[in-house]
Nanobody, 119 residues
Framework: VQLQASGGGLVQPGGSSRLSCSASGKIFSTSDLGWFRQAPGKQRELVARITVGGSTNYADSVKGRFTISRDNAKNTMYLQMNSLLPEDTAVYLC??????????????WGQGTLVTVSS
């Protein structure tokens, strides 16, 4: 099973973008979910997570700029990214984190979606 991320592209610094992540209904109704990113030459990091009940937490690097949300009726999770910085450039992926840091995940990784922040 893979979760599919979409919505990336080229964005100017200071701009906004919204990513989407879709999966089967069974996954969405029972799973905490997270957005991860991997920049070139860097380790993959968990940037935002949301519980089944809707509680959220964020990495310090994106706190106050990114918002994670989910629509269980549509089996879709979102990441609204505002005030984007060049260092936000990365492939963004979604998955179910199995530990707090997101070092372990439940599903195979999908291809993710590339977000490039550049003028």
């Amino acid at each position: 099973v893979q979760l599919q991320a979409s919505g990336g592209g080229l964005v100017q610094p200071g701009g906004s973008s919204r990513l989407s992540c879709s999966a089967s209904g069974k996954i969405f109704s029972t799973s905490d979910l997270g957005w991860f990113r991997q920049a070139p030459g860097k380790q993959r990091e968990l940037v935002a997570r949301i519980t089944v009940g809707g509680s959220t937490n964020y990495a310090d690097s994106v706190k106050g700029r990114f918002t994670i949300s989910r629509d269980n009726a549509k089996n879709t999770m979102y990441l609204q990214m505002n005030s984007l910085l060049p260092e936000d450039t990365a492939v963004y992926l979604c998955n179910q984190p199995l530990d707090y840091a997101g070092s372990w995940v439940r599903f195979l990784w999908g291809q993710g979606t590339l977000v490039t922040v550049s003028s």
